[in-house]
């Protein structure tokens, strides 16, 4: 009994705590690049998921799979972690409410999601279906603060169903196969990022398709002609450079007004 009592003061110590515990960043600068959906806006049975495990312990872990501007995404997820294994406090991937967190906005301890690297984090829980607003890498993290992930202890299992705004979900599946994007950043301040691919023998027409995605980058960013106002389809943007390192091509870019 005495036993139980000192881990439930510990316990209760624990969760006090968090009220006094900063995330180690502020996102309120991020803006929102997706529109949460309800859970049956997507039907998954058609669409061959990514499976992914989330570690507890690290912090966004990108999940590899480059969500295009449109995209209707189903996240569904399940298993279980601690941000205090010691204390025997775990949880699925909804977490909960008294625990401490990085992004304030989000249940402690849940799974939670951003759209690229300065994308605004949302929560994924058990699961969530979102229409993206956006390009960029999807990544994954437990809503812990970073700063103290080291103590973490479980895993995640997700599964990620993609499909595009205007294919089919095989036809969609199939282009993603032939277009494998590894990484993806742009910075709205200086208007500038990068883009790269994995290229095998058709390295040209990868690299064409990369050019191609670059102005449909752009022209999701409401870039315009400067002498009109009509907006132009493929974009306005110029290649600052390019390299090839271990199979991966990186296109460097900027959006021009």
Same mark, same amino acid.
């Given at each position: 009994?005495?036993?139980?009592?000192?881990?439930?003061?510990?316990?209760?110590?624990?969760?006090?705590?968090?009220?006094?515990?900063?995330?180690?960043?502020?996102?309120?600068?991020?803006?929102?690049?997706?529109?949460?959906?309800?859970?049956?806006?997507?039907?998954?049975?058609?669409?061959?998921?990514?499976?992914?495990?989330?570690?507890?312990?690290?912090?966004?872990?990108?999940?590899?799979?480059?969500?295009?501007?449109?995209?209707?995404?189903?996240? &569904? %997820?399940?298993?279980?972690?601690?941000?205090?294994?010691? @204390? /025997? *406090?775990?949880? $699925?991937?909804? !977490?909960?409410?008294?625990? &401490? %967190?990085?992004?304030?906005?989000?249940?402690?301890?849940? @799974? /939670? *999601?951003?759209? $690229?690297?300065? !994308?605004?984090?949302?929560?994924?829980?058990?699961?969530?279906?979102?229409?993206?607003?956006?390009?960029?890498?999807?990544?994954?993290?437990?809503?812990?603060?970073?700063?103290?992930?080291?103590?973490?202890?479980?895993?995640?299992?997700?599964?990620?169903?993609?499909?595009?705004?205007?294919?089919?979900?095989?036809?969609?599946?199939?282009?993603?196969?032939?277009?494998?994007?590894?990484?993806?950043?742009?910075?709205?301040?200086?208007?500038?990022?990068?883009?790269?691919?994995?290229?095998?023998?058709?390295?040209?027409?990868?690299?064409?398709?990369?050019?191609?995605?670059?102005?449909?980058?752009?022209?999701?960013?409401?870039?315009?002609?400067?002498?009109?106002?009509?907006?132009?389809?493929?974009?306005?943007?110029?290649?600052?450079?390019?390299?090839?390192?271990?199979?991966?091509?990186?296109?460097?870019?900027?959006?021009?007004?």
């Amino acid at each position: 009994m005495m036993i139980g009592k000192i881990l439930f003061i510990a316990l209760s110590t624990s969760v006090l705590s968090a009220c006094f515990i900063t995330p180690s960043r502020d996102y309120s600068e991020h803006q929102p690049n997706v529109k949460l959906l309800k859970s049956d806006a997507l039907d998954i049975d058609r669409i061959k998921p990514v499976r992914m495990t989330v570690m507890s312990n690290k912090i966004w872990q990108s999940t590899g799979v480059f969500i295009e501007n449109g995209d209707l995404v189903t996240i &569904s %997820a399940n298993g279980s972690w601690s941000p205090a294994p010691g @204390l /025997m *406090a775990w949880s $699925g991937p909804e !977490g909960n409410a008294l625990w &401490s %967190a990085e992004v304030t906005s989000i249940t402690g301890g849940a @799974l /939670m *999601a951003r759209l $690229g690297h300065d !994308g605004h984090p949302f929560e994924i829980g058990l699961t969530q279906t979102f229409r993206a607003q956006d390009y960029g890498m999807l990544y994954f993290a437990m809503n812990d603060p970073f700063r103290f992930l080291f103590d973490n202890s479980g895993q995640i299992e997700s599964e990620i169903y993609v499909q595009g705004a205007e294919n089919t979900p095989d036809s969609h599946n199939n282009q993603r196969t032939s277009l494998q994007i590894v990484s993806y950043s742009y910075d709205e301040k200086t208007q500038q990022g990068y883009i790269a691919a994995s290229i095998d023998q058709q390295a040209f027409q990868i690299r064409q398709r990369l050019i191609n995605k670059i102005g449909e980058i752009a022209s999701s960013k409401n870039i315009a002609i400067k002498a009109g106002s009509e907006p132009l389809n493929d974009g306005v943007y110029e290649l600052l450079g390019e390299s090839s390192t271990d199979g991966i091509l990186t296109l460097k870019f900027r959006t021009l007004w």
